[in-house]
């Protein structure tokens, strides 16, 4: 069974700093991207960023300078470190894994920034 299993999030004031990651399994089909999408209340979930093959990387104008993806040496591990948070940054985050085909999504991991 596909599986996208986030970990991380939390707490945090504004200005501080957080780290997801997401470790895809189950799966015997090539990733052909990996990603970080947000869904605030009362809002449509957004792609806040994601690696695609050969590196290609996209953000989201409003969390660059501040958001940084990155993928593990095993390639089915994807990685958000979120600098200089704002509360406009509080949302359910989900890990999106695609591969030829379709893609899957974990559960969400809630971040909060607030003082």
């Known amino acids: 069974q596909m599986q996208a299993k986030e970990s991380g999030g939390g707490l945090v004031q504004p200005g501080g700093s957080l780290s997801l990651s997401c470790v895809a399994s189950g799966s015997t089909l090539p990733i052909k991207a990996m990603g970080w999408y947000r869904q605030a209340p009362g809002n449509q979930r957004e792609l806040v960023a994601e690696?695609?093959?050969?590196?290609?990387?996209n953000y989201l104008d409003s969390v660059k300078g501040r958001f940084t993806i990155s993928r593990g040496n095993a390639k089915n591990t994807v990685y958000l470190q979120m600098n200089s948070l704002k509360p406009e940054d509080t949302a359910v985050y989900y890990c999106?894994?695609?591969?030829?085909?379709?893609?899957?999504w974990g559960h969400g991991t809630q971040v909060t920034v607030s003082s």
């Open positions: 999106n894994v695609e591969v030829p085909g379709f893609g899957f």
């Open positions: 690696i695609r093959t050969g590196d290609i990387i």
